[in-house]
């Protein structure tokens, strides 16, 4: 069988599953509703949080009733904030929440509903802060939830802030000291200093706003259907019932009181974080996704790696495939030189904007061609550091290029490089972690979900930690014992 046979049987071995996976994903609907899928940052209490493994909040209940009412199955993404009007601008989703401020410069990217609430800017410090007012926000470094209009606000007319992936991040980073102050919207403002009494919250407010729904441009229907249901619910009282109903939600704490040390406090804080409502299940199915991306990115990452491994060590050995070795050569100087965040990002808003695929085959696809760049030269340094004259007693014992290559070169230089390829599998486990900025629930975003309902970091955070430094031990502690059986080997 010739070396591409070969290669594009692996191909399909790596590929089909993954693509059977995203079928499977995409042919689940019943087919009796259309789908609406909404995105939303869901740490963003009121209007988005996660309670009991599904997305609440004002702005889903909201949705999910003018779904109701139109014959709609609604379907919810988590993304950050930063994410969510580009990804209904691209069409992967078809309405944007996450208390939306209607803005001019937003206006030219999509369409705003009517505004279903009005909301304000306030400013929240920590006790000890002293006479605090809004003309200190010129001279104290200030912290923002990115890409908010809080952000603008701030940047426009006082100083550059510190900036912030979620609310929850933001209070944290108020909480140890890192800013000194926080402007955020209102209502998940009042939450964060409910749940933390060394927060308060300045009187005066800093801006007034309304929040609406995006909806892309190139949907007008929606748009009407929207503003039309929305009018409804506002004449017969159902819009005032469901945001009351959410607040009060959002209101109640499920965190035991305790009395004690810090063994107690600790106590306390474990069942918060991972007792109370299963918070668990956030880590334990984030681990799973992150293993299955990172098995199959891996595996592809080999297979690219080995196309491109030996098309270079070729066109260095003979001089052939000159085009090749340039398409090649572009390949690794592009996928080195960019951040897999940028890739993923890229891949999943612009290659497949227009194509409903499952996000973990986006993942795999993205980390398998960043990985393949990386395997690409560790594959060709263990094929261009044995002796040349392999492949001449090859040639000299009547077997092609290509068999010398397959069944004498490459078997020798695959082991060589396998603990460096196994290395290369603990990077890539670890770079998965970005897998979020795509709405993927893997562990780091499992670790995400459970801080925005507890805001408390330290717990999840250090979970997350400890079950990625289990992995990599575990892995670490296989590679070892493989080197050293290589050894022993080669020592016979």
């Known amino acids: 069988m010739s070396l591409k046979s070969k290669m594009l049987r692996v191909l399909a071995a790596v590929l089909v599953p993954s693509l059977m996976l995203a079928m499977v994903s995409g042919c689940g609907k019943s087919g009796k509703k259309r789908t609406l899928v909404m995105v939303c940052n869901a740490a963003f209490p009121p209007f988005e949080l996660v309670r009991e493994g599904e997305i609440g909040g004002i702005d889903p209940d909201i949705v999910r009733e003018i779904c109701e009412r139109n014959d709609y199955e609604l379907k919810i993404e988590d993304m950050p904030f930063g994410s969510v009007i580009a990804a209904v601008q691209t069409g992967k989703a078809d309405v944007a929440a996450s208390g939306i401020t209607v803005t001019d410069e937003r206006r030219k990217m999509i369409d705003f509903t009517d505004p279903y609430v009005t909301a ?5 410090v920590r006790k000890d802060a002293g006479e605090f007012s809004i003309e200190c926000l010129d001279t104290n470094l200030i912290g923002v939830q990115e890409g908010t209009t809080g952000d603008m606000f701030v940047t426009k007319h006082y100083r550059e802030p510190e900036r912030y992936k979620n609310v929850p991040e933001v209070v944290q980073a108020l909480k140890t000291r890192k800013v000194n102050a926080v402007v955020v919207d209102e209502e998940p403002a009042r939450a964060e200093a409910a749940a933390n009494p060394d927060l308060v919250l300045l009187s005066v407010p800093l801006a007034t706003e309304d929040y609406a729904f995006g909806i892309s441009k190139r949907r007008p229907d929606l748009l009407n259907m929207f503003n039309v249901t929305l009018r409804q619910m506002k004449a017969d009282g159902t819009l005032d019932r469901i945001i009351a109903e959410a607040r009060i939600r959002c209101a109640s704490n499920d965190a035991d009181a305790f009395d004690g040390g810090l063994l107690d406090r600790i106590k306390a804080d474990f069942k918060l974080n991972f007792v109370n409502g299963n918070r ?7 681990f799973g996704v992150t293993m299955l991306v990172t098995v199959l990115s891996v595996l592809l990452g080999i ?11 070729t066109h260095d050995m003979t001089g052939t495939h000159v085009v090749a070795d340039a398409v090649c050569r572009c390949y690794l100087v592009v996928i080195r030189g960019t951040p897999v965040v940028i890739q993923l990002l890229i891949i999943y808003f612009v290659i497949f904007c227009s194509l409903d695929v499952s996000k973990i085959l986006v993942a795999v696809t993205a980390f398998g061609i960043n990985s393949g760049a990386y395997t690409a030269e560790i594959i060709r340094a263990g094929i261009m550091s044995l002796d040349r004259g392999q492949i001449e007693a090859g040639r000299s014992l009547g077997l092609s290029y290509r068999q010398t290559m397959l069944r004498v070169i490459l078997p020798q230089a695959l082991r060589n490089v396998l603990p460096a390829l196994g290395n290369e599998f603990i990077v890539l486990l670890k770079e998965t972690s970005v897998s979020g900025f795509i709405a993927l629930e893997d562990l780091a975003k499992g670790g995400d979900i459970i801080r925005s309902q507890t805001y408390n970091a330290f717990l999840p955070l250090m979970a997350v930690a400890v079950i990625y430094l289990a992995v990599v031990m575990f892995f670490s502690r296989l590679l070892g014992n493989l080197e050293r059986g290589l050894q022993k080997k080669n020592r016979k």
């Not at 668990?280 to 984030?286: D, K, S």
């Not at 491109?308 to 060590?313: E, K, N």
């Open 303 to 313: 297979l690219l790696g080995f196309l491109v491994a030996i098309v270079r060590s």
């Open 120 to 124: 304000r800017q306030r400013i929240m």
């Open 280 to 286: 668990y299940r956030y880590l334990l199915n984030g």
